[in-house]
Structure formats: C-alpha cells, structure tokens
C-alpha cells in the first residue's frame, strides 16, 4: 500500500533561515513518481517539482532544492534564505505507476511561516 | 491557456440539502480527479476519470455522493444529502497523461449547517 508521511506539523522560522520540509513514503512499486505542491493562503495547490523512481539525482531550482534519497525512501525539500512569501502549507504526494494506476496520494502537509 | 476551472468557489447549505461542484479541466487533459481536502489536511481522493470512464471511486460514499463527466471533458460532483461532515474544500485537478503533474483548481468550499 502506498503512503506518504509529513512528520512536522508546523514550521516557524525567521526570514533568511534556511529549511528543510521531511517527507517519507511507502511504495511497493519500482515505478512511481514524487511531487511536491505548494498550497499558499489563497488555495490552490501549485505543482513544485517532479521526481520519477529512476532519477536520484538531486535538484536545485533558484532558492528550491530537493533531496531523494531511495535508501531511506525520503523525498526532502528544503528552501533557503527562505522569504516570507514562502509561508503556506507544502505537500509531498506519490503517484504508484506499477500497480497503484498512478493514483496520486497526499501528505498531511507542512504548514511553513515565514517571519519578517 | 486557461487552467482548471470549478465553481461555485463557496456554498452555504443546510444539511439535508442537495449541492453540486461543476469542474472544467484544462484542455486536453484525459485525466480528471476529484478530491475532498479537509481543514488541516491533505487532499484525499475521491474519484478519478480516464475520459468518461471512472477508473477508481473506491473512495467515494456512493450512499450520498455522485460523479459524472459525461462527455470526457467537464465533470460534476453532488452530494445528496449533505450532512454536516462534508463540509470541506472540494478540488478537482488534471492531468494530461498517467504521470505528470496534477494541475488543480481554486477548490469549491462547502459548509453545511
């Protein structure tokens, strides 16, 4: 059965601070896909990142990187010299491609704030 | 291009009432799903359509809850009877193809009284 676990609740930091959001999931696929959405006040769930079973490697995008790591069946995402603007609830989410007809599950979520 | 559009974004019922969400995918895209997002929580599927085909409403309370996409494009959900723990946020997202990203919604909040 696929699952996808967001220890951390509720994140406060100071602006500038880095962060790192946890997120571990369960598969019993070889084939599936990793997704991290960004969920501000306003809503509406924006895709963030994508990330298939078969590439490691890590990725950067401006002040975005994530770290997925099989051996530990952990898809981090961590913001740095985070900004206020980046308050809002972040999901990590699964998609089982082998025998889960890619259903996409959902973490609890991270609710991130940002202080001035 | 237009992204997924739902309506109405907010509804006030009392229970017992009937309501429905309307859903509009963006263009092209196949895949339909509907999720119901509890306050404090993560999106939880309700049911998801290949075109007009609904490939998995294992999660959906057939008692009260009914989905139809008729033509492989819009959708609509309804609730008969609402009952007070349906209040929740309603979203609907597409996607094109089995392993692209989901795009959603603004989401349908519903509050039964």
């Known amino acids: 059965a696929q699952k996808v676990t967001q220890a951390q609740t509720e994140i406060s930091v100071v602006e500038k601070e880095d962060v790192t959001l946890d997120c571990v999931y369960e598969t019993r696929d070889t084939t599936y896909y990793l997704f991290w959405y960004k969920q501000p006040p306003s809503g509406e769930l924006v895709f963030l990142i994508r990330?298939?079973?078969?590439?490691?490697q890590n990725e950067i995008s401006g002040r975005y990187s994530w770290n997925f790591q099989k051996s530990t069946s952990s898809f981090n995402f961590t913001i740095t010299a985070s900004q206020v603007v980046d308050s809002a609830v972040y999901f990590c989410?699964?998609?089982?491609?082998?025998?889960?007809?890619?259903?996409?599950?959902f973490g609890a979520g991270t609710r991130l704030f940002v202080k001035a | 291009e237009a992204g997924v559009v739902q309506s109405p974004r907010y509804k006030i019922i009392e229970k017992k009432q009937p309501v429905a969400f309307w859903c509009n995918p963006i263009s092209g895209h196949n895949t339909l799903y509907w999720y119901l997002q509890n306050l404090g929580q993560g999106p939880e599927l309700l049911i998801r359509?290949?075109?007009?085909?609904?490939?998995?409403d294992s999660q959906l309370p057939k008692d009260r809850f009914s989905a139809e996409r008729l033509k492989g494009v819009d959708s609509t959900l309804k609730i008969q009877p609402a009952e007070l723990g349906d209040s929740a946020v309603y979203l609907c997202?597409?996607?094109?193809?089995?392993?692209?990203?989901?795009?959603f919604g603004e989401g349908s909040r519903l509050t039964v009284l």
């Open positions: 359509y290949e075109n007009e085909e609904a490939v998995d």
């Open positions: 990330r298939n079973s078969f590439d490691e």
């Open positions: 997202a597409s996607r094109s193809g089995n392993t692209g990203e989901l795009f």
């Open positions: 989410a699964l998609s089982e491609g082998d025998t889960g007809g890619f259903k996409t599950i």
